[in-house]
């Protein structure tokens, strides 16, 4: 047989077109097959022929768990949406509670873990010269955008992750009640989960971001509290405070120049001393 001959389904038999196959592990799928899959499953390459079968068989009783499904509880995220049925002790993640969409349902004993996953990303900022060179400036400038995943395991025979974003475009530094929206919509979707109060969120590329606003009582050294830290890369609103000075404030706390407030005799965070 040629390279580019039509090979048949190892699932339903059907012809496979040019564009159309996927491969398995010991033979063909075709893309209608596959659509079948469920979204979170990641591991059909590396799939026998029998896995597949198998796991659509599933797929076909899903739709009754579907019609059954009586949601108590969701949460809405730009695209997802998180389903709960506790009379069942059931949930759902999908765009849609539908028979036709067939989202999986899973036990919430089945969880093994579940967090906020922040994924920051920074863009230095620069100045056109006199010259019209683009300049940066001394010290340098950034602008941040982030993302929000919650990073949910679980224990199921077909995948052992359901990973999904709550925003669909990144969040810029300066849209604060964006931020604080998403992250409390992160903590209200862990602890319906999991019943747990929900764990810090981790910053998936390791930046530390002192314009990042803090709620609770969260501490991270790259998640600073609001109100008493200013951004300094960021512009402020209302009156303009001297990044490069450090501020006076209220009772035994100071603040550094570096923008961290302290209580000690030393700065918690750059290990300067208190002027």
């Not at 077109?17 to 659509?35: F, I, P, T, Y």
């Not at 028979?99 to 620069?126: G, M």
């Not at 060179?133 to 995943?149: L, Q």
């Not at 998936?204 to 971001?209: A, K, L, P, Q």
Request: glycine share 6%.
């Amino acid at each position: 047989m040629g390279l580019f001959d039509k090979k048949n389904c190892d699932i339903c038999g059907e012809k496979i077109g040019l564009l159309g196959n996927r491969k398995l592990d010991d033979g063909n799928l075709c893309k209608n097959c596959a659509s079948k899959l469920s979204p979170w499953f990641e591991e059909r390459r590396h799939s026998t022929v029998e896995d597949i079968k198998r796991q659509l068989e599933y797929r076909e009783k899903n739709k009754n768990a579907v019609r059954s499904f009586s949601i108590t509880r969701e949460f809405s995220a730009d695209r997802y949406h998180v389903f709960i049925d506790d009379n069942k002790g059931m949930f759902a993640i999908a765009f849609n509670m539908s028979e036709q969409d067939n989202p999986d349902i899973v036990p919430l004993s089945a969880i093994t873990s579940c967090r906020l996953d922040i994924d920051e990303q920074r863009e230095e900022e620069e100045y056109t010269d006199q010259d019209g060179e683009s300049r940066s400036y001394v010290p340098p400038r950034y602008n941040y955008s982030y993302d929000y995943k919650i990073k949910l395991g679980v224990n199921t025979p077909w995948f052992d992750d359901m990973d999904f974003k709550l925003n669909t475009f990144s969040v810029k530094d300066h849209e604060r009640a964006k931020m604080m929206n998403y992250e409390q919509l992160a903590n209200q979707i862990i602890t319906a989960l999991t019943g747990a109060p929900a764990p810090a969120p981790v910053y998936s590329n390791g930046m530390m971001n002192q314009g990042y606003p803090q709620q609770g009582n969260m501490m991270n050294q790259g998640y600073p509290q609001q109100g008493n830290m200013m951004n300094q890369n960021a512009p402020q609103h209302g009156t303009m405070m001297n990044q490069n000075a450090p501020q006076q404030t209220s009772g035994d706390t100071w603040v550094c120049a570096c923008g961290a407030t302290n209580t000690g005799a030393f700065c918690e965070y750059c290990g300067s001393p208190k002027p």
